[in-house]
């Protein structure tokens, strides 16, 4: 799995005579100056997808600038090496050094793992690094990736996404009823008991799905990237806010072995990397669906609307629930939640009269 090389000649010399072992009970070789590492990372976007796919190269392009030439990461799009959902499986096993997705996916696995994408009217972007980074959110995320023998680091965040694409329109909780929808994950099911049908889908079948009316609506994520997919051509209705997913991050993460062979300044680059592309991310997504939002308030077939105040908040309380469920029977998905929740109610009052008023004064 670790394949290492050596820089040819004197420098080789050099390197290994740099390199000092801890012989002290098979602890990991001390770090050699010359030793060079070419690792795989799988993801699950298609190649070059804005924004998702997009930074995994930025990520390895970063990496490989930062350490001189001495970690390199070949990326893997989806379906490449492994399937798409299966980068985690790969990177666990170690046929894989890395890996790049989005937590929620392997909800069947680890459910609290939902915590370390998003919860439906949950964190903004900065609420969801302020608990990672300051609030114990990233500590929790290594312990419950401890069993998988993984090491996890936050990699992007598109900001808040959109509620949907709709060809019919939702005055009220009665207009949920029977509406059948691609939408994944906690969403979906609160979606579920508001009396719609959720599907997941791959957003290859997005599109076809909406136009022949297998479903009468889509989540995908937000301006940038839906006007890219073309849902605007097939669908009338283009709701507001995410609710289902309010500032999604994205993870990397590395084998546990793999890790522990770098040495600490590579380790570092990889940590830094990762949170240099959630600061690029998220510059990246306000900046396309700025453009794209302006793009779409043109076309006169798009009717931009705001899903009504009493859906919405019909909708949280059915969040709220699922949450206290599945929390109930899962001691590890309950500590997160006390620590997530914790932060949660501490920061609305700040949010309140910071970022909330601010924004409110654009009017
Ligand atoms: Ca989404």
Known sequence: MRRRQFVGGLAAAAGLAACTRQDDGGAAPASCAGETF???????WPPKFPGLGVAVNNLADRIAAASGGRLTLKVYSAGELVPAFE???????????????????????????????????????????????????????????????????????????????????????????GLKMRIPGLGGEVFRRAGGTPVTLPVSEIFTSLQTGAIDATEWVGPY??????????????????????????????NRQAWESLPPD?????????????????????????????????????????????????????????????????PMAAKIYESWSSFLAMSIPNQRITEQAFLATRR
């Open 38 to 44: 070419e690792w795989s990372i799988a993801t699950s």
């Open 266 to 330: 590579l380790q570092s680059i990889i940590e830094t990397s990762c949170q240099a592309i959630t600061t690029d991310m998220q510059a990246e997504y306000t900046h396309g669906n700025a453009a794209a939002l302006q793009q779409l308030l043109g076309d006169p077939n798009v009717e931009l609307r705001q899903f009504p105040d009493g859906v919405l908040q019909y909708l949280k309380s059915i969040a709220q629930e699922i949450v206290e469920e599945m929390v109930a029977n899962d």
């Open 87 to 177: 980068a985690f499986d790969a990177a666990s096993r170690g046929i894989v050094e890395m890996g790049h997705d989005a937590a929620y996916y392997h909800k069947g696995k680890v459910p609290a793992a939902q915590f370390m994408t998003a919860i439906p009217f949950g964190m903004t972007f900065m609420e969801m690094n302020a608990w990672l980074y300051y609030g114990g959110g990233l500590e929790l995320w290594r312990e419950l990736y401890e069993p998988l023998n993984l090491v996890p680091f936050p990699c992007g965040n598109t900001g808040v996404q959109m509620g949907g694409w709709f060809n019919k329109e939702i005055n009220s909780v009665a207009d949920l009823k």
């Open 225 to 254: 990237n839906d006007i890219t997919s073309g849902f605007h051509t097939i669908a009338k209705y283009y709701y507001y806010p995410g609710w289902q997913e309010p500032a999604p991050a994205l993870q990397a993460y590395v």
